[in-house]
């Protein structure tokens, strides 16, 4: 129950980042599609990123956690792509 609560929360809290976003000119799409892009956002992060952070784990180490900055992109060009949100990235990043 408290996985659901944390997932929806996290969903409503990235559909209004991406209205904001939206609001100021730096994204085109329609709010539904900004929904489909925080929904895939809240999935990656929830079940992908854990495990991309563990894998980077020996390049954390190396590199002394530049790996991890790599490791979050990844993550918003995974939920960019499952949203098919495609400028939306390179806006964010900015």
């Known amino acids: 129950m408290e996985f659901l609560l944390r997932f929806t929360v996290k969903v409503a809290l990235y559909f209004l980042l991406l209205l904001a976003a939206l609001a100021l000119g730096l994204l085109g799409a329609p709010a539904f ?3 489909w892009a925080a929904l895939a ?3 990656v992060n929830t079940l ?3 495990l991309l952070l563990l894998v980077a784990l020996p390049f954390n ?3 002394l956690g530049i790996a991890s900055v790599f ?3 990844l993550t918003l060009v995974i939920a960019f ?3 098919g949100v ?3 990235f390179w806006a964010m990043l900015l």
């Open 41 to 43: 956002l809240a999935a």
């Open 86 to 88: 495609a400028g939306a």
């Open 33 to 35: 599609t900004l929904f």
């Open 61 to 63: 180490f190396i590199t």
């Open 48 to 50: 992908l990123r854990p």
């Open 81 to 83: 792509a499952i949203a």
């Open 71 to 73: 490791a979050n992109l």
